[in-house]
Nanobody, 119 residues
Framework: QVQLVESGGGLVQPGGSLRLSCAASGFTFSSYVMNWYRQAPGKERELVAAVTTAGRGTNYADSVKGRFTISRDNAKKTVYLQMNNLKLEDRAVYYC????????????WGQGTQITVSS
């Protein structure tokens, strides 16, 4: 059974930091690009950060560049999102996503974790 379980969400003040974790099971984690998406109230889900299978390549949305860092530990089957200098506009539900292309796209989603940035 495929599972992606996020943790680390919560309430933080502007300028604060949080670290999200996503623990994977039930599939070959090291073969999947791992992504963090977020969805704010009334907005579409957007890609925040991505990391390649071996962790050597990363990509970020312009809105989080320089503040967020994605990383992965294939031995632990876990992907992380370190979020620094959080802003009010970072408030959203954050989702872990695993994606692989093998003739067609295979992807899995976590259940999401809420990040609230408020003073």
């Amino acid at each position: 059974q495929v599972q992606l379980v996020e943790s680390g969400g919560g309430l933080v003040q502007p300028g604060g930091s949080l670290r999200l974790s996503c623990a994977a099971s039930g599939f070959t984690f090291s073969s999947y690009v791992m992504n963090w998406y977020r969805q704010a109230p009334g907005k579409e889900r957007e890609l925040v950060a991505a990391v390649t299978t071996a962790g050597r390549g990363t990509n970020y949305a312009d809105s989080v560049k320089g503040r967020f860092t994605i990383s992965r530990d294939n031995a632990k089957k876990t992907v992380y999102l370190q979020m620094n200098n959080l802003k009010l506009e970072d408030r959203a539900v954050y989702y872990c996503n695993a994606k692989r292309y093998s003739g067609s796209y295979l992807e899995y989603w976590g259940q999401g974790t809420q990040i609230t940035v408020s003073s």
